[in-house]
Each structure stands twice: as structure tokens, then as C-alpha cells.
T-cell receptor
Framework: ETGVTQTPRHLVMGMTNKKSLKCEQH?????MYWYKQSAKKPLELMFV???????ENNSVPSRFSPECPNSSHLFLHLHTLQPEDSALYLC???????????FGPGTRLTVL | GENVEQHPSTLSVQEGDSAVIKCTYS??????FPWYKQELGKRPQLIID?????GEKKDQRIAVTLNKTAKHFSLHITETQPEDSAVYFC????????????FGTGTSLTVIP
């Protein structure tokens, strides 16, 4: 699969587990994003990385911890999540913060 | 900050009819407005966009119009087909912190064959 890829596609975890979501973009973009998509709500921006530097953190709880080792990879480390964190987590990338944004397929997360 | 509102939340049309989805934004500094289509179980995909220096843009059966004075923009789909059924999201960029996209709540469009 080209473009923006995400793994895993589905994840079920308990509240005490630690897991990580991975995103990889093959487009040569320099900005990457994590979004949370819950039912009946707008897409919620969580984090923005521009040239590997975090430029936005939209008051996201510390149980979500992003990591961007290089411009092509983005991780979201999860620990001690709550059931209300169950959602679709979408990664996206763009060439610059205002560039066309391409989304990954998302990870469907269920917290039991 | 920026606030984007989208209406309606659900829309059903007969195949062949037109569909219109409207979004309003609050920050006049916003200057880029993309529309995304998300089919069930799939990722959002950009279908059309418009910048603030343009009033209208068309791509085959879809078009977007922008009214900067009233701060609203609309997606128009003509001759709808069942494969147009999806959730459509509008977004605004450039307002607020100037470094992020602000998305609407989405419109679930159903095209009835």
C-alpha cells in the first residue's frame, strides 16, 4: 500500500495495557498528524509534527504519547486508556502545515 | 479560535438529484477549504478544495462555492449516484493558530437508487 499506512488496523486493549500505533508516509511530506474520530463528532486534531518537531498538542491527556523519529514515521503510544478513548485514530501527512492532507486508513481502537 | 459548522448532518437524495452541503466558519483569516469524502470503513479522501482567492471551483459533478463575506462555503454534487453515498467533511485552514485544519462534524449522504 502506498501513500499513508497505519498499523494495526484494529486494536482491542484493556485499560492497563500499553500499546503503540504506527503511521508511515511514503509521500515525502514533512508534516504528520494524529486525529481522533469519534461518532457524531468532528475530527479532533491531537498532535502535529512539522519536520519532526511537535508544533501542536491540543490538550491531549498524557496517556497518549506521540513520537516522531523522522519525517516518515509517527507513533502514538497508549497506556492506561479509558473506554471513552475508543475511536478511530487517523494519521495524516502533508507537505507543510497548509498542504493537501492525505489520510491513512486509520486504527479502530476499542478499550475494554 | 476557528469554529466550523456543517449542515445538514444527514442527507438523503434520489439518484440523479443534486445534493448540497453547507459549512460556515468563524475566522476570516481562514484561507483554504478542502472537502473530504469518507466511505464506510475507509479513510477520508480529499475530493475538492478551494482557496480564498477563488469564488467557485468545479470538477465534473462536484463543485464548491465560497462566500468570504458571509464566511460560508458549500459542496454541490449534481446527478448523484449510489457510489456518492458517504460521509462528507468540510475543513478550514489558516484561522485560529494558523497551523491546523478545523473540521466540520460531517454529513452522511445517502443516495437512494
Amino acid at each position: 500500500e502506498t501513500g499513508v499506512t497505519q498499523t494495526p488496523r484494529h486494536l482491542v486493549m484493556g485499560m492497563t495495557n500499553k500499546k503503540s500505533l504506527k503511521c508511515e508516509q511514503h509521500l515525502g511530506h514533512n508534516a504528520m498528524y494524529w486525529y481522533k474520530q469519534s461518532a457524531k463528532k468532528p475530527l479532533e486534531l491531537m498532535f502535529v509534527y512539522n519536520f519532526k518537531e511537535q508544533t501542536e498538542n491540543n490538550s491531549v491527556p498524557s496517556r497518549f504519547s506521540p513520537e516522531c523519529p523522522n519525517s516518515s514515521h509517527l507513533f502514538l503510544h497508549l497506556h492506561t486508556l479509558q473506554p471513552e478513548d475508543s475511536a478511530l485514530y487517523l494519521c495524516a501527512s502533508s507537505q507543510g502545515a497548509g498542504g493537501l492532507k492525505f489520510f491513512g486508513p486509520g486504527t479502530r481502537l476499542t478499550v475494554l | 479560535g476557528e469554529n466550523v459548522e456543517q449542515h445538514p448532518s444527514t442527507l438523503s437524495v434520489q439518484e440523479g438529484d443534486s445534493a448540497v452541503i453547507k459549512c460556515t466558519y468563524s475566522d476570516s483569516a481562514s484561507n483554504y477549504f478542502p472537502w473530504y469524502k469518507q466511505e464506510l470503513g475507509k479513510r477520508p479522501q480529499l475530493i475538492i478544495d478551494i482557496r480564498s482567492n477563488v469564488g467557485e471551483k468545479k470538477d465534473q459533478r462536484i463543485a464548491v462555492t465560497l462566500n468570504k463575506t458571509a464566511k460560508h462555503f458549500s459542496l454541490h454534487i449534481t446527478e448523484t449516484q449510489p457510489e456518492d453515498s458517504a460521509v462528507y467533511f468540510c475543513a478550514a485552514f489558516g484561522g485560529g493558530t494558523g497551523n491546523q485544519f478545523y473540521f466540520g462534524t460531517g454529513t452522511s449522504l445517502t443516495v437512494i437508487p
